[in-house]
């Protein structure tokens, strides 16, 4: 299995309803790409942690390495980045790993 872990902290000036348009994003994303993906999730950090965490997060397991990569060039995939995240980010980090 290939673990997708991605952390992003928003700019200052996020919209109140941008999350909601990311979660929209983010579901529709999935149901495009259920054919690779093992399991997907995403949200707001929980807040359990008073300091230090990203504001957002999501968690993807696929099957194989070619897996992960038809989600990474995926145009649609492509298309949440640019609009939903790109603009807003102010910090941004990944890690892939197996298990």
């Known amino acids: 299995m290939i673990h997708h872990v991605v952390a ?5 000036d996020l919209p109140e309803s941008h999350l909601e ?20 999730h ?3 950090d929980a807040g359990v942690v008073a300091n230090g965490n990203a ?3 999501i968690v993807a397991t696929f099957a194989t390495e070619d897996d992960w990569r038809v989600y990474d060039t ?13 603009p807003y980010v102010s910090a941004r980090t990944a890690i892939q790993f197996r298990s």
């Open 8 to 12: 992003f902290t928003w700019a200052k």
């Open 21 to 40: 348009r990311v979660a929209a994003g983010l579901e529709e994303l999935q149901k495009h790409l259920a054919h690779v993906i093992v399991s997907y």
């Open 42 to 44: 995403y949200g707001p």
């Open 55 to 57: 504001d957002y997060g």
């Open 74 to 86: 995926d145009s649609q995939h492509n298309t949440v980045r640019a609009e939903l995240f790109k």
